[in-house]
């Protein structure tokens, strides 16, 4: 199915054989998947250990930060940006060009990826990511473990400040290690540039949301879904990937990334948001209900109070932010009951139609319009 990266060949994707679902290319696409997850895992795990080598000459204590930086990194997640990145790379390139070359880039977005994802927990004050405690929180035990002086919760917020400040550094290093034809990399940083500038708004308009939840609206709550989550997410690795290949700046091929990108990310964020609120936490690694406990302006609950008759908008104003099992339970139906789930259902359908059109005519490699097909579903239909 793959090639070692390491040996510079391509990743081929084998011809298809029809399987047992009557569908020939969905197996194979998803061995594909994992190779290429694979690849990537290999990049970070290699760049990384010389990396906190390094760092523990400096001391002790801070090779030991530099380790809890690499497992946040090495700790699960889907590679969703490196793999949106590499199709937008082989849409343009097919499937003759040498993977080594550009790895090391698909792979610094798993870095950027770590930065956003320890200083939102912090943000949110989550506790859990993926499963096991959030880097803050992991921190704050550890300074109690150690009898450490000082306050363990804010020791850990700034440790994990620290920790996404490094990735974002690492990123940047690791990056440095693609082979890029020189004429390309002003085109590649400008788009790996617009991607942090835009993640970071999406980030402040979050959290104003948060704490100007009564001048929110469904328009700003899909705003922020596109610039905090589609941006970052779908849209600019893919464009990130076309970068890397060459593409031209006014070519058809970024015109349908872009108008691809926006669709699925902002469909992944409504994906997200009633994940957020009835997923199963052994499954999305984070406790059921937390935007509910939190009272955070998506745009599922946006549209709860959009469309909830007067004795349900009462009950959404009273409500406000919940605590025990039982509250957030109730307010998770009563929203259900406003007909906003089945609303959010309904647009992140449209949103994967509109991708799709998009691709229709693209002037793509035809695997990889076949990929990007399957990943417009698979991405808005995910359980975690």
């Known amino acids: ?87 937008g790379w082989r849409g343009l390139t097919g499937g003759d060009q040498p993977l080594a070359g550009v790895l090391p880039a698909l792979a610094a977005l798993e870095l950027l990826h770590t930065f956003a994802l320890v200083h939102d927990d912090v943000m949110d004050a989550s506790d859990t990511r993926r499963g096991r405690p959030t880097a803050h929180r992991a921190a704050a035990a550890r300074h109690r473990a150690a009898g450490l002086t000082g306050d363990p919760d804010r020791y850990g917020e700034t440790v994990a400040v620290l920790i996404g400040d490094l990735c974002v550094v690492w990123a940047d290093r690791l990056m440095a290690h693609a082979t890029v034809p020189p004429d390309r990399l002003l085109d590649v940083r400008r788009c790996y540039d617009q991607m942090r500038v835009e993640t970071v708004a999406g980030q402040f308009l979050d959290v104003l949301g948060e704490h100007d939840a009564a001048n929110w609206s469904v328009d700003r709550a899909l705003r922020v879904a596109r610039y905090k989550t589609a941006s970052y997410t779908v849209q600019r690795p893919l464009l990130f990937g076309a970068a890397l290949a060459g593409a031209a700046a006014e070519s058809p091929l970024i015109a349908a990334y872009t108008r691809y990108g926006l669709a699925v990310g902002e469909a992944f964020q409504l994906c997200d948001d009633l994940l957020g609120v009835y997923g199963d936490p052994t499954t999305t690694g984070k406790p059921a209900g937390d935007d509910l406990r939190t009272g955070k302006p998506t745009a599922l609950l946006m549209l709860a109070r959009q469309l909830a008759t007067p004795a349900q908008r009462r009950a959404l104003d009273r409500a406000g932010p919940v605590t025990g099992a039982g509250e957030v339970a109730w307010l998770a139906e009563l929203v259900r009951d406003t007909g906003a789930v089945t609303r959010v259902e309904r647009m992140i359908a449209d949103r994967v139609t509109e991708a799709l059109r998009a ?15 399957g990943l417009a579903t698979a991405a808005t239909t995910r359980p975690a």
């Open 359 to 373: 691709l229709d005519t693209a002037p793509i490699d035809e695997t990889a319009r076949t990929a990007l097909t």
């Open 1 to 87: 199915m793959a090639n070692d990266a390491a040996t510079g060949n391509a990743l081929r994707v084998a011809p298809a054989q029809p399987g047992a679902t009557g569908d020939p290319v969905d197996g194979v696409l998803a061995a594909f998947t994992m190779d290429l997850v694979r690849a990537v895992d290999e990049t970070l795990v290699a760049f990384l250990t010389t990396e906190v080598d390094s760092l523990t000459e400096i001391d002790a204590a801070m090779g030991g930060f530099a380790a809890t930086a690499r497992d946040c990194v090495l700790a699960g997640g889907k590679r969703v940006r490196p793999t949106f990145a590499y199709w």
